[in-house]
T-cell receptor, first 111, second 114 residues
Framework: GQQVMQIPQYQHVQEGEDFTTYCNSS?????IQWYKQRPGGHPVFLIQ?????EVKKQKRLTFQFGEAKKNSSLHITATQTTDVGTYFC???????????FGKGTKLSVKP | KAGVTQTPRYLIKTRGQQVTLSCSPI?????VSWYQQTPGQGLQFLFE???????NKGNFPGRFSGRQFSNSRSEMNVSTLELGDSALYLC?????????????FGPGTRLTVL
């Protein structure tokens, strides 16, 4: 079935370092949504990308959608301890009319 | 606006029992989706309700069921609980039906099956 692969599974960084998580699919993605889940919390919507090659920024976060709509990335510049959490990508093209989530990238930031 | 609320927040049951979880969406949201989150499988879609009708369903056995009321509140039921049903159950509401609409998640119900 449809799968969204997310790498890496874990990332440990020093505060101030950059961080990138990648979302890949063997099939064309419908649109990509990114969520953040803090430890002990629930997923919180960050952004949605719809167009091929789209790039959106939110302060230190940069989201990209690949030209072929088969991959997406989230880049955080100069991480802070508040960035700690698991970042999920989700494809809105599920065959059951659902979001298909990647397994997430768990980010830890050492102060 | 108040966010999505879920009750109860924590639940401990034994195998074979059944459980009902409740979700109140954001005011004005008509769609409610349910997800199961486990460390091994991640976030998996259970079903979506819109206007009291099940619109979409994931690949879960029939022991998992749900319903939606006229005020958009939703419940999900799991019968004959198994150990593997231990998980965080999240509901998410959105303005309209379909995954393209932003999903607003509730805090979840942590279910432990002993």
């Amino acid at each position: 079935g449809q799968q969204v692969m997310q790498i890496p599974q874990y990332q440990h960084v020093q505060e101030g370092e950059d961080f990138t998580t990648y979302c890949n699919s063997s099939t064309t993605l419908s649109n990509i949504q990114w969520y953040k889940q803090r430890p002990g919390g629930h997923p919180v919507f960050l952004i949605q990308l719809v167009k091929s090659g789209e790039v959106k920024k939110q302060k230190r976060l940069t989201f990209q959608f690949g030209e072929a709509k088969k991959n997406s990335s989230l880049h955080i510049t100069a991480t802070q301890t508040t960035d700690v959490g698991t970042y999920f990508c989700a494809d809105a093209g599920g065959s059951q009319g659902n979001l298909i989530f990647g397994k997430g990238t768990k980010l830890s930031v050492k102060p | 606006k108040a966010g999505v609320t879920q009750t109860p927040r924590y639940l401990i049951k034994t195998r074979g029992q059944q459980v009902t979880l409740s979700c109140s969406p954001i005011s004005g949201h008509r769609s409610v989706s349910w997800y199961q989150q486990t460390p091994g499988q991640g976030l998996q879609f259970l079903f979506e309700y819109f206007s009291e009708t099940q619109r979409n369903k994931g690949n879960f056995p029939g022991r998992f069921s749900g319903r939606q009321f006229s005020n958009s509140r939703s419940e999900m039921n799991v019968s004959t609980l198994e150990l593997g049903d231990s998980a965080l159950y999240l509901c998410a509401s959105s303005l309209d039906s379909g995954p393209a609409f932003t999903q607003y998640f509730g805090p979840g119900t942590r279910l432990t099956v002993l």
